[in-house]
């Protein structure tokens, strides 16, 4: 079975800092979704990468996944409170999209 | 947008009480799961469904059914509430296909007492 491992587990930074949260798979992805969960609420969508090298960016978040699709980091610029959260990679190893694999979540905090 | 709605953000039920949990999109996804959400275990699929009466076992089905009888309306069934299922349930919806992705409900917190 698929397992997705992300990096750090918990991350506190200072309002403004950059910072990088990473996705790696056991095997090759198909599809890599990023979520992103305010405590105790749901999930919600923010970037879906396919394409080895693949590149996406909304507002001050990018998303890349590697030439190999087993690796995918996600970048924040300029760190806002808003970032705040539980952020969470999703993979899809079947190409539909039916069954995501998820990892156990980057709990962000942002300090003013 | 996508609107997917659980029907309770916190419910407290007892042990061996039968719970039902309802979750409705509003979009005409095909595909709909349920999920449960432990600290350090992360998102395990329970059930899915990728049409009316129509089901698949995710990855710890066991202690729990689903029903969809309607394409918007995917159910939750715990048929003899036990403590080890206090947890965090979340819903979601897809059209299903690689390049969609799922939609989340915010989640219902289930405490059995």
């Known amino acids: 079975s698929q397992e997705l491992e992300q990096s750090p587990q918990s991350l506190i930074v200072q309002e403004g800092k950059n910072l990088t949260i990473n996705c790696t798979s056991s095997k090759t992805l198909y599809g890599l979704y990023w979520y992103k969960q305010k405590y105790g609420e749901g999930l919600i969508f923010l970037m879906m990468l396919q394409k080895g090298g693949e590149e996406k960016s909304h507002e001050k978040i990018t998303a890349k996944l590697d030439e190999k699709k087993q690796q995918s980091s996600l970048h924040i610029t300029a760190s806002q409170p808003s970032h705040a959260g539980i952020y969470l990679c999703g993979a899809d190893g079947t190409g539909t999209a039916s069954k995501l694999t998820f990892g156990t979540g980057t709990r962000l905090q942002v300090t003013l | 947008d996508v609107k997917v709605t659980q029907s309770s953000r916190y419910l407290v039920k007892r042990t061996g009480e039968k719970v039902f949990l309802e979750c409705v999109q509003d979009m005409d996804h095909e595909n709909m799961f349920w999920y449960r959400q432990d600290p350090g275990l992360g998102l395990r699929l329970i059930y899915f469904?990728?049409?009316?009466?129509?089901?698949e076992k995710g990855d710890i089905p066991e202690g729990y059914s689903v029903s969809r009888e309607k394409k918007e309306r995917f159910s939750l069934i715990l048929e003899s509430a036990s403590t080890n299922q206090t947890s965090m349930y979340l819903c979601?919806?897809?059209?299903?296909?690689?390049?969609?992705?799922?939609?989340f409900g915010d989640g219902t917190r289930l405490s059995i007492l």
């Open positions: 979601a919806s897809g059209l299903g296909g690689s390049n969609q992705p799922q939609h």
């Open positions: 469904s990728y049409d009316v009466k129509m089901k």
